[in-house]
């Protein structure tokens, strides 16, 4: 691609570094930019400034926040002895719709994946172990997605525990496996957290 400016040129590739934004439609979206008043372009410039300046991770579940602990674990009406494991905030913001969940979450901030180099360290696991240890929680409910990253990762963090008295179960699969999370409908979702099965009979079906 010949740009006529390097300013233009420069901001292309900028979001071209996006995921599944190609050269093409980021040239189209810059131009898109450039045509809007400029106080538009502006606010999305200071909201991702921002964005990444301002925004915190909540020191209790990890979960993106405003705040030191985010509004679900200071929430005194919250189960606290029931923790639902996530991948990230996309899975918490799907769960939170079905209204069928009222315990916290700990987000793990991605799914142990030697192929792409992820390991144990580089997610959340300890914190989580740690929380355990300290012996208000009574079930980790697994849900991550049922890949094979997400199976060795509820694998890992289930030997984690091992001798603490906490109760592990997964969500039922009445989702498709593969299915990311944050697509399952409300309903679908909301039924397999209620009706969750003990994670050590997930392991004999599998
Ligand atoms: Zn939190």
Known sequence: MD???????????EMSQLPGIGKRTAL????HLLKQPNSQTMR???ALEDLRNSVKFCNRCHNISDVEVCEI???PNRDETVVCVVEDIRDVMAIEN??????LYHVL???ISPMEGVGPQELTISS??????????KELIFALSSTMEGDTTNFYIYKQLEGLEIATSTIA????????????????LGRSILNRIPFEKSLKTN
């Not at 189209?28 to 131009?31: D, Q, S, T």
């Not at 989580?128 to 929680?137: P, R, S």
């Not at 699969?173 to 679908?188: K, S």
């Open 109 to 111: 901030g991605g799914k």
């Open 28 to 31: 189209r979206l810059v131009l």
């Open 44 to 46: 999305l410039a200071s």
């Open 73 to 75: 674990c200071t929430n």
């Open 98 to 103: 079905t209204g069928q969940f009222n315990g």
């Open 173 to 188: 699969r009445g989702i498709a496996i593969g299915d990311e999370l944050e697509y399952a409908d409300e309903v679908t």
């Open 128 to 137: 989580l172990v740690n929380k355990a240890k300290e012996g208000e929680i």
């Open 3 to 13: 740009f006529s400016s390097k300013l233009l040129e420069n901001a292309v590739h």
